[in-house]
């Protein structure tokens, strides 16, 4: 995935910024926060560097909260914020379980994700909500040096 930088109104893209919002309880939501982070990495230089990484832990972590942290009626609250340095990726929802890495079997569909999550993040980790409600589950990925 290549992420390219945008020009907005004549001007050269930012050095940093934030993109939120809620999600449905729905399948299609990974990828909705997939399209979050393209937008947000577009408009910030060097925003490239985050998006390998970024796509991957973000639609992990949104699929993790729809799958295991919502009920039906229930949202997921997604707040992405990057700078020179660091992409931030938080996923909020209702429950007040903690994710769990797992060790998954060779044959097993399931149990990657959070293994992905961590290999992937410079620290990730887990949080209560400040409304008492519901958790917060975040990475913090550094950019590629690479493609600096």
Do not use: Y
């Amino acid at each position: 995935m290549t992420i390219s930088r945008i020009e907005l109104d004549g001007r050269p893209p930012v050095s940093g910024g934030s993109e939120a919002g809620w999600l449905r309880r729905s399948a299609k939501s990974a990828g909705l926060a997939r399209q979050m982070l393209a937008c947000l990495l577009g408009r910030v230089a060097g925003g490239e560097r985050f998006a390998e990484s970024g796509a991957v832990v973000v639609a992990e972590l949104v699929s993790n909260a729809v799958r295991h942290g919502t009920r039906p009626s229930q949202l997921v609250w997604v707040q992405l914020e990057v700078d020179p340095v660091r992409l931030r990726i938080e996923v909020h929802d209702a429950s007040s379980v903690r994710p769990v890495v797992l060790t998954a079997g060779v044959d097993g569909e399931h149990g990657r994700g959070l293994v992905l999550v961590d290999s992937l993040s410079h620290r990730w980790g887990c949080c209560p909500r400040r409304a008492g409600i519901g958790k917060i589950v975040w990475s913090e990925i550094k950019g590629t040096r690479s493609d600096l």
